[in-house]
């Protein structure tokens, strides 16, 4: 997973949110938003991937200058299949399932976004998300 405990209420707090607005943001009981910033539950990837959308739209950083396949050069043959160039979403490829990353489709949030964060599209966008050892 990308964010921990240490990092969703830094999150949190960055998007300027309380837990009650950022449980009913997440579609998740208050008493689940204590509970990832207790460390009592594992963040799902559902949430996860909710709170970096919304980060995404509210942090201009966050987004590449440029298409993640002109980035990532990709070719022809890989970029016409891909769903991102399909549905010209190239500034959040992160957030897309089934995207062609590495030269093939990843099948799961985990796997794929276990991709995602060491890639320069990424990267460079969401450089501002640090991880607290836990």
């Known amino acids: 997973m990308v964010v921990k405990r240490n990092t969703f209420v830094s999150l949190r ?9 950022m449980a009913q943001l997440l579609g998740v009981s208050i008493k689940a938003v204590h509970s990832y910033e207790q460390g ?12 970096l959308f919304m980060l995404s739209r509210v942090f201009q950083e966050v987004n590449p200058q440029k298409q993640c396949w002109v ?5 022809k043959e890989l970029k016409y299949h891909c769903p991102a160039w399909e549905f010209k979403a190239g500034k959040l490829c992160w957030f897309i399932n089934g995207t062609i990353c590495a030269g093939y489709a990843h099948k799961t949030w985990k796997d ?15 450089s501002f998300i640090e991880e607290s050892s836990e």
């Open 13 to 21: 707090k960055k998007l300027g949110k309380t837990q009650a607005q």
């Open 40 to 51: 009592w539950r594992t963040i799902p990837a559902h949430v996860e991937r909710q709170l």
């Open 71 to 75: 980035i990532k050069k990709c070719p």
């Open 112 to 126: 794929k976004i276990h991709v995602c964060k060491t890639c320069e599209v990424m990267c460079a966008g969401f």
